[in-house]
Nanobody, 127 residues
Framework: QVQLVESGGGLVQAGGSLRLSCAAS????????MGWFRQAPEKEREFVAA????????YYADSVKGRFIISRDNAKNTVYLQTNSLKSEDTAVYYC????????????????????WGKGTLLTVSS
């Protein structure tokens, strides 16, 4: 029902910035919250950030708070993740996700609460 396609990944030096995009297509609904997860090699997929449909609430993982900014443009059916002050530990495949309802921060700690996933875009931070 909903398709998510990420873009904007690439290679960036430590301390740099990059903006990731996620374009949504198909039938979308007002109560869909959007988020970003990431997965490094041999590690579990972990939560990065989430945003409500209206953009009035945002959740961030402690590891990225103060450095990353999540936003969305509903007119373009697109959600963004602005990554700043990048560190080598940020290297991962970043996945866009859609969830029915925002819920609490704890609900985003589990990938099982996600309804739709994108295929991911690779962000590599060099040191």
């Amino acid at each position: 029902q909903v398709q998510l396609v990420e873009s904007g990944g690439g290679l960036v030096q430590a301390g740099g910035s990059l903006r990731l995009s996620c374009a949504a297509s198909g039938r979308t609904f007002r109560n869909y919250a959007m988020g970003w997860f990431r997965q490094a090699p041999e590690k579990e997929r972990e939560f990065v950030a989430a945003i409500t449909w209206a953009g009035n609430m945002r959740y961030y993982a402690d590891s990225v708070k103060g450095r990353f900014i999540i936003s969305r443009d509903n007119a373009k059916n697109t959600v963004y993740l602005q990554t700043n002050s990048l560190k080598s530990e940020d290297t991962a495949v970043y996945y866009c996700a859609a969830r029915m309802g925002m819920g609490s921060p704890a609900t985003w700690a589990s990938t099982s609460t996600i309804n739709y996933w994108g295929k991911g875009t690779l962000l590599t931070v060099s040191s």
